[in-house]
Structure formats: structure tokens, C-alpha cells
């Protein structure tokens, strides 16, 4: 059986309604035996909320392309005898952690999923209608009265997916970005020899030894992106969840400071603190290059960065083992700042 691949979607917009409420019930008992009858409507249940639930083994929300509408039960009428409507159920929708659900405008944020299990309550059901037992009185004994069930709460949101990942790995296009993930992780995107070729970001996880952290592959960033030219600033949104970041520059390229620079200036101009993260600065594709210009343009690298450079290339493995070893410390240390609730220099905040 061949495996349906499900495509990255970080953007939606819903309509949901919460359920009407149940209208009140007009009654009276009738029994044979009963020598005064009176009022027994009973009230009409509450119509079902409509909610959110991050959960963990969701990445996409290409589900909600296709479920644009969404509507929970209204509640049932009363009925005699004084019962109560039944209760409409909530509707629970799913989605990935780090689910921003924002009002109608796009700009208002809502609520913020960042963890598995977070929930919130997006339209609340309408609150049963009172039936015309409710009414009796000392004064109005046979009351007529029974008010209809309220109308549930309704509203169109935008969902925005901003994928939550240990590391983010940027780049110019066609950096090699793709196939350093494909290297490292179990993470398996399309690669080809032309720009753009990552056109949604890709996780995966990397492992060695007993640890581990996930990788986001983002789609590559050039001049103008952070106002939106190329594939935009919405994936420049995925890199403010990464706790530092891993900027790989093409070694094959004249200018690998311009290459760093260009880029640098995108998350600098885009905010949000992404020029603070934290940083592995790494020179790619060294395997078709000679030891002098692998020196040479390393030094250039440092210079531009200032910091460390790890020259790799992820086709024959070369550099790899020490880049993991460097990645992985730096998630560790990200890691413990972020428990203890510390800013680090990753510009992380909890």
C-alpha cells in the first residue's frame, strides 16, 4: 500500500457556530388522578460549545481547507414533566501544536497552543430557554410562558501554524538546506537543483546517542523576503519558534559574507527577536571544494558572523558528526534556560 503523503498547509480560515440553545416548553399536568394540575414545562438544554485542543501528532492544518464550517448540535426543547432539554455536544477540533487562532481582522490573537493539550473554547453554545414551570408563582399559578433558547456564538477566525522546533535551519535558496536535513534526520523533502525547491517548511529529528531535537527545514529566505518577496515573511513567522537557529551558507558561492549578510538582514528587518537567536553559522557543499578554500572562505564565514564556522557537506558526511555535537549542546543549553524560565541568548522568553 502506498502511503498518502499530507501537504503542509500553516494558514486557514473558519467559520465556526455554537450550538442554539433549547426552547422552553409550554405544559401542564393532565393526570386523571392529580387533583390540581399546574405548569411542567421543563427548560431547553444548552447548545454545544465549539473548541480547539492542540495535540501532538499533528503538523499541518490541510484539514481545515477542506472543513471550513464548522456547527455543534443545538440543545433539545423541554418537554413535560418538568425534564430538561438535552445538551448539545462540543465539537473538539484538533490541531498541531503551535496553533495561533486569531479573530476575523487576522491580527488579534486569540489564543496560543503551544503545548500538548492546551484548549480553548472558540464559540460557546446558547443557553437554554426557561419553560413555564419556571413562572409559577404564588400570584401567576398557571403561567404561559416559556422563552426560546438563546442563539450560540458565531465568528470567523484564522488559524496560523507557526511550527515549534528545537532549531531552525536558514539559508539562501538552494543553500543545501534540504538535504542537510535529509542527512541528519529521518526527514525525507524534495530536493532538486533549482531555488525554492523547499516551498513548506519540513521537521525532523535529528539523533545521536540518547538525544535528540527536532529541525525545521525553512524555505529559503532572500532579500525582500520579510516584505514578503520570494516565498514572503509568513515562513519567517516558523523561525520565531525555534530556539536558535542554524544558518548555512553555500560554499560554492563568490561572496559566502554577502550570502550570511543578505540573510541576516531579512530576520534583523522582520523583528520579533530573530536577529537575537542564538547561532551555528555553517559552510556548506565543502566537498567540491579544495582545503585552501574551504580555509579561506571559513575565515570569511567567522568574519561576517562572529562565531565559529563548521565547514560540512552533508553528501559525503564530512563535518557532520561535530555539527551535530555543536547542535545539540546549544539545544541543551536552550533547553535548561527555557525551564528555568531565564532569557537566554537565544532571545527566548516564556
Not at 413562572?135 to 450560540?152: F, L, T, V
Not at 540518547?210 to 515573511?233: F, K, N, R, T
Request: aromatic letters at 6%; hydrophobic letters at 35%.
Amino acid at each position: 500500500m502506498n502511503a498518502t503523503r499530507m501537504k503542509f498547509l500553516d494558514q486557514a480560515r473558519i467559520y465556526v457556530k455554537g450550538g442554539d440553545g433549547g426552547d422552553g416548553r409550554v405544559s401542564f399536568r393532565r393526570e386523571k388522578y392529580v387533583e390540581f394540575g399546574g405548569p411542567d414545562g421543563g427548560g431547553g438544554g444548552r447548545g454545544g460549545d465549539v473548541a480547539a485542543r492542540a495535540v501532538a501528532d499533528l503538523n499541518t492544518l490541510i484539514d481545515y481547507r477542506y472543513r471550513q464550517h464548522v456547527k455543534a448540535r443545538a440543545g433539545r426543547p423541554g418537554s413535560s414533566r418538568g425534564r430538561t432539554g438535552a445538551g448539545g455536544k462540543t465539537v473538539e477540533l484538533r490541531m498541531p501544536v503551535g496553533t495561533q487562532i486569531l479573530d476575523e481582522d487576522g491580527e488579534t490573537l486569540i489564543a496560543d497552543l503551544v503545548d500538548v493539550d492546551d484548549k480553548i473554547v472558540l464559540a460557546k453554545g446558547g443557553a437554554g430557554g426557561q419553560g413555564n414551570a419556571f413562572y409559577k408563582s404564588a400570584i401567576n399559578r398557571a403561567p404561559r410562558r416559556a422563552d426560546p433558547g438563546e442563539p450560540g456564538e458565531e465568528r470567523w477566525l484564522w488559524l496560523r501554524l507557526k511550527l515549534l522546533a528545537d532549531a531552525g535551519l536558514v539559508g539562501l535558496p538552494n543553500a543545501g538546506k534540504s538535504t542537510l536535513v535529509a542527512t541528519v534526520s529521518g526527514a525525507r523533502p524534495k530536493i532538486a537543483d533549482y531555488p525554492f525547491t523547499t516551498l513548506h517548511p519540513h521537521l525532523g529529528v535529528v539523533r545521536r546517542g540518547d538525544e535528540e531535537c527536532v529541525l525545521a527545514d525553512i524555505p529559503g529566505l532572500i532579500s525582500g523576503a520579510h516584505e514578503g518577496a520570494g516565498i514572503g515573511h509568513r515562513f519567517l513567522g516558523h523561525v520565531e519558534r525555534c530556539g536558535l537557529l542554524v544558518h548555512l551558507v553555500d560554499g560554492t558561492q563568490e561572496d559566502v559574507a554577502d550570502a550570511y549578510r543578505t540573510v541576516r538582514t531579512e530576520l534583523a528587518a522582520y523583528g520579533h527577536g530573530l536577529d537575537d537567536r542564538r547561532e551555528i553559522a555553517v559552510l556548506g557543499k565543502c566537498d567540491v571544494l579544495d582545503p585552501g578554500a574551504i580555509a579561506r572562505k571559513s575565515a570569511a564565514l567567522a568574519a561576517a558572523s562572529g562565531t565559529e564556522v563548521h565547514p560540512i557537506s552533508a553528501v559525503s558526511g564530512y563535518g557532520i558528526d561535530a555539527l551535530l555535537g555543536s547542535l545539540l549542546r546549544a539545544v541543551r543549553a536552550w533547553r535548561q534556560d527555557r525551564r528555568s524560565g531565564t532569557p537566554d541568548a537565544a532571545g527566548w522568553s516564556p
